[in-house]
């Protein structure tokens, strides 16, 4: 079925429209808690603020989405960032939802959490460093502005969809 060049625009521009959306609700509680000295200090406002940087990037990319032309740093830069936050965020989300776990079911407290928190913040960002590092250390070009799918057959699973699909699980 082909679309019709109304039906291109509409599909091009809803997902800015969300996007959009979207960077202002990250904005919005990204302030909140850089704001406030009493929730920067809180393990649950640290998830957030983190969860709301990797999702304003990430929509930045959305919004972005076809613009760069291929083969430019833009279109790497932007295919870089994508690889960057898109595992991370769901991670944090996961995280969340273990955050919720810990201290609703099983009445951590949060002093308990703190302690969890190196792990439930640090290893997604390092995870979401290693993941869009590695596809521009071996020669990305960013020329169909989705790096991670040109390169070896392992990389998908083990960087991507592995993590991605187990975030999704402990969300659960």
Known sequence: MDFTDQQLRILDI????????SIFGSLFIIYQVLKNPKKREMVYHRQMLVLSCTDFIYSAVRFVGGWPPPGSAWCTSNAFLGLLTAVPQAMFNAALCLYYLFT???KWSEVQMRRLQPLLLVFPIVWGLVSAIFPLSAGCSGTDCIPAEKYYDLFNPIALYVPLWTSFAVAL
């Open 104 to 106: 609703i079911r099983y």
């Open 14 to 21: 809803l997902p800015r429209v969300s996007a959009a959306l």
